[in-house]
């Protein structure tokens, strides 16, 4: 399939204007030594937990955490600690996220459980450099990110975001499809917005509030660590209906709470009208957004269809 441009992405080292985790006081990962290079040193380093920070592609510092996961078994093939044929998820959070927050903290462990993972925070999240583009120059962001999934020694990698990273995975889906290096095996994307500059609910529109104001702004930085950039999108990205189109072969799995605050369930049902054959639609009943929303069981099959599609 040929790749989708939007204009300049270069290869990584590395608005969807949608709430993320809950604010919660950070819990630290595990700290090792972080992997500085490939071939055989990385497959032995892939069985312990890193954090570490990325480079993107237009210099943006991103925080990182690789955990190996608990996977053991038939999905070893006996080569080095058996990391190539472990499949690892790629968790792209939600808008004020970070790969510290609680929920993030809970999705990746749930995820362990099947499958290596890792978080980072997005550009003006956490403890990332940068400033928050709310969705545009993020795929750069999580093609890093993928990019060290594989440099560690796993061949299979699986986007998995939510709310404003499910609108990232959608479109790093199509615009890194036939690069293997920085694209994704497989798409999850949950509570993801189908088109931009969505105000159809009362949520959004304090959204946009935070977005496009300076004093939403300054509220985002000091109450909620997150730093947004100020401007409009020039040129603006791709959408991610549009971006549904263009992911296939690869396979996509949409997932949708009934009770979403933010976008309601005309945004999941064109995501997977858009997709056709290639998507699986899943509408939860009594789920709200995100991956506050999401809970344990839910978070397993997830992990089950990354591993399994």
Not at 205 to 218: E, K, Q
């Amino acid at each position: 399939m040929t790749s989708v441009s939007e204009g300049p992405i270069g290869r990584s080292t590395v608005p969807s204007i949608t709430p993320g985790p809950s604010h919660a006081t950070p819990r630290t990962a595990p700290r090792t030594a972080p992997r500085t290079s490939g071939g055989a040193d990385a497959r032995t380093v892939a069985r312990a937990t890193l954090r570490t920070t990325l480079r993107t592609d237009d210099g943006v510092r991103i925080e990182a955490v690789y955990e190996p996961g608990s996977v053991d078994g038939p999905s070893f093939d006996g080569t080095a600690d058996g990391t190539a044929d472990v499949t690892a998820i790629v968790l792209a959070h939600g808008f004020t996220g970070s790969v510290d927050r609680p929920a993030v903290r809970r999705a990746a462990e749930v995820f362990a459980g099947r499958a290596a993972v890792v978080t980072f925070s997005f550009r003006g999240h956490g403890g990332s450099g940068g400033r928050s583009t709310v969705g545009d120059r993020e795929v750069r962001d999580l093609a890093a990110a993928v990019a060290w999934a594989r440099s560690l020694g796993h061949r299979r990698v699986v986007t998995v975001g939510f709310s404003m990273g499910g609108s990232v995975v959608l479109r790093h889906g199509a615009l890194y499809a036939g690069r293997p290096a920085e694209g994704a095996d497989a798409v999850v994307a949950v509570s993801a917005p189908a088109r931009w500059f969505y105000r159809g609910t009362a949520p959004m529109r304090r959204v946009h509030w935070l977005v496009t104001r300076p004093a939403g702004r300054l509220a985002g930085r000091y109450g909620l660590r997150t730093r947004i950039a100020r401007g409009p999108w020039d040129p603006v990205p791709m959408p991610p209906v549009e971006a549904a189109r263009r992911i296939a072969p690869a396979p996509l799995l949409i997932v949708h709470g009934d009770r979403d605050a933010y976008f309601p369930l005309d945004h999941p049902r064109s995501l997977a009208e858009a997709a056709g054959e290639g998507a699986e639609l899943w509408l939860e009943p009594g789920m709200g957004h995100a991956e506050n929303a999401a809970d344990e069981a839910l978070l397993t099959r997830i992990a089950h269809w990354a591993v399994t599609a």
